[in-house]
């Protein structure tokens, strides 16, 4: 507890939206292991945040199991962090009401990701999605976080909770900490294979790379991944020339832990139909051991349900002296 008050805290979460992809994984999680040995760590399965888009209810409860699965077979250690699920943790859906009395309207209209989810979801434009970055401004200001580790498109919602937390510090005094945006330099922002202009999301399956992915076909999207058209055909990093290229060498990079110039020396005049494969095979090896350990694991109900317990019981101690402190703040009567 003495160590917890001094190591900087650390928090993040991923929806349980359906399959981890290459992107989620090559983009935040990635880094995750290496932060528990460092700081205090919490990480969650943002189950709320998921229905703001339709779901069906036994596949939400079976991908929020496996979620946490994968976040133990990438090493998430459940004695060296906190690991739990949001809605067990009924704090944050508490704080993110008064937050939402400190959010102005025009603000959220000016999310891009709600822009573009609005866009997808024409026939449920619902009030949660608009007010999504509320409840996640409160999944990180609740725990007094100090980093928040994410990808490249959640960077506006991480700079909308410090406007939300430096608005009310500015009434109440320092309630909250307020948090910085940790997003890596390689990986922050994976794209589609088969459309590198957009990034690589589960909406479009094909250009996507799902943990539990069987290896061949890893192998037959990386192979058929699409690359430049442009005449030069040879492996160089030059994301405005050539961003399908550009993309397989930074999963490489992310795979191997090559730099960019290695890269490009390693595949000079080999062209593209030597290094598609080898990125396949560099991603199949990397997943290989996070696949089999997520297998084992989910075949341990049992030993999940206890590490999702006591991740809650944790979660909400912390949780909860910051709800009780922002209720005595804006002038909540104490039970
Ligand atoms: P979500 O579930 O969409 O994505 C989980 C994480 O994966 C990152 N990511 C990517 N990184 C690189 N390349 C890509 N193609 C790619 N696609 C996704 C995301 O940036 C994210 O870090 N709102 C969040 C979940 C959340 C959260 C939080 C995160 C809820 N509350 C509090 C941090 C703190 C989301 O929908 O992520």
Known sequence: MENATVKKRI????????????????????????????????FFMADLHTITVR???????????????????????????VLFIQSH?????????????YTMFGELSRMTQFKDKSAKNADNINAGLFTYPVLMASDILIYQADMVPV?????????ICRDIANRFNGIYGDVFKVPEPYIAKVGARIKSLSAPASKMSKSQPDGCVFLLEKPEDIMR?????????????????DPEEKPGVSNLIQIYASATGKTFDEIEAEFDGKGYGVFKPAVG???????????????????DKAYLEGVYRAGAEKAAYVANRTLSKVYKKVGFLAR
């Open 11 to 42: 928090l993040s979460g991923i929806q349980p939206s359906g399959r981890l992809h290459l992107g989620n994984y090559l983009g935040p999680l990635r880094h995750w292991p290496e932060m528990i040995e460092e700081f205090d760590c919490y």
């Open 55 to 81: 779901q069906n209810p036994a596949d939400l409860r079976r991908q929020t199991l496996t979620l946490l699965a994968q976040y133990i077979a990438c090493g998430l250690d459940p004695e060296k962090c």
């Open 89 to 101: 943790v009924p704090a944050h859906s508490q704080l993110s009401w008064v937050l939402n009395c």
């Open 151 to 159: 990808g490249e498109d959640q960077r506006q919602h991480v700079e």
């Open 221 to 237: 999207k990386f192979k058929r991944s699409v690359t430049d058209s442009d005449t030069e055909r040879c492996v160089r990093y």
């Open 281 to 299: 095979e560099a991603v199949v090896e990397t997943l290989r051991p996070i696949r089999e350990e997520t297998e084992r694991l989910l075949a």
